[in-house]
């Protein structure tokens, strides 16, 4: 069992996991996608490394995270299930397990639409890798919102989905087999399970549609977890409502800053350390 999986390779994962290595702990980091950092011209408040722009300060903060020896996954976490003393993590369809979690995300972005609460896991997944298999044969919508979604529409048609993909342009790589529409999703329907989604001006009917957005809510990667007004509620341990779960970063609320995330990200992997040294070895 893994001391503890960081869910999120930003500023706040890629610090905790840093601490965590200092105690003597595993560190496994999910990444799903670049942290939004990278989209940084000039990041010019960061004490000790002026004049970076953000790719180069995420290069910095890789480097370090894995010559401390931590280990990071280019792979999303879909759900997280408390398991007994552990935590089960779905991670593109592979199941890990992990005696603490830090959630670091990043914030949250893309409210839910309509039905989309409502028929998840009755047609609404948000993991090709973890779900394509139940929609072989069968009509599936994708509605690619993150860089790797093209490539999970790819994967979804492979194993014989028939896919339609949804998107506000065509994104580079997309197979020749899959239907592409421009627009976005306003809404799900259904009946006992996902029967069709609407656009704009359309109605696509569908027995399943993949959200692929390059986060998940917190609330709806783990159940129970206490949130306000879109952010993590956390104490100063960084500690959420759920035991061995900690926070870290954005995904806690503002100030949404580069300096936030890395020193909350210390104290979670601090905290998930001793976590792990309370609950034994
Ligand atoms: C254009 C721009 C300029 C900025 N400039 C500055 C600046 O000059 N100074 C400053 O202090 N701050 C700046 N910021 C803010 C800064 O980028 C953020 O505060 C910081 O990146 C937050 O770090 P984080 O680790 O909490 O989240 P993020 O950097 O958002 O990282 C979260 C990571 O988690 C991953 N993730 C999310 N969900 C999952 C999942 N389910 N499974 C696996 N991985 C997941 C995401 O793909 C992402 O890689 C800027 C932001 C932008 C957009």
Known sequence: ???????????????????????????????????????????????????????????????????????ILHKKAANILPFGESFMVNADGDILEAKSIILAGGAARGAAIPGEEEYLGRGVSYCATCDGMLYRNSRCVVWGLSETAAEEAGYLADIGVKVTYVAARRPEGLKGSIRFVAGRLTAVEGEDTVRRVQLKDESIECDGVFILRSAIAPARLLEGLEVRDNAIVVDRAMATNIPGVFAAGDCTGTPLQVSKAIGEGQIAGLSAADWCARSGE
Do not use: F, W, Y
């Open 1 to 71: 069992m893994i001391d503890c999986i960081i869910v999120g390779g930003g500023p706040a994962g890629l610090s905790a996991a840093v601490n965590l290595r200092q105690r003597g702990r595993e560190a496994v980091v999910l990444s799903a996608g670049p942290s939004i950092l990278e989209k940084a011209e000039l990041v010019d408040n960061c004490i000790g490394l002026p004049g970076l722009n953000g790719t180069e300060l995420m290069k910095q903060l890789e480097e370090h995270a894995r010559a401390k020896g931590a280990e």
